[in-house]
Nanobody
């Protein structure tokens, strides 16, 4: 049984930092696309950042220069370092993994098969 478990969310003041982690179990994702999405109340789930097995990354324009996604394949874990946080970054953050190896970072929810339960990030002004 595949499981993705996020951790590291919490409450932080604007300008602060948080580091999210997502540990995968049940299968290896070393050659699969892995990414982060977020969903604010009343809004659709949106792509934040993703990384493929070669290390290539992609970011939403709203987080470029502030967020960094990385992965540790031996640990089957990905991370999201979030700096210079803004109140508009407040959302539930979800980790996701694709089912097949890929050469390009997927940016839509339909391209990911496995999902974590989400972790709340709240940025106060």
């Amino acid at each position: 049984q595949v499981q993705l478990v996020e951790s590291g969310g919490g409450l932080v003041q604007a300008g602060g930092s948080l580091r999210l982690s997502c540990a995968a179990s049940g299968r290896t994702f070393s050659r699969n696309d892995m990414g982060w999405f977020r969903q604010a109340p009343g809004k659709e789930r949106e792509f934040v950042a993703g990384v493929i097995w070669r290390g290539s990354t992609s970011y939403a324009d709203s987080v470029k220069g502030r967020f960094t996604v990385s992965r540790d394949n031996p640990k089957n874990t990905i991370y999201l370092q979030m700096n210079s946080l803004k109140p508009e970054d407040t959302a539930v953050y979800y980790c996701a993994a694709g089912a097949l190896p890929t050469i390009k970072v997927a940016t839509t929810t339909r391209e990911y098969r496995y999902w974590g339960q989400g972790t709340q990030v709240t940025v106060s002004s």
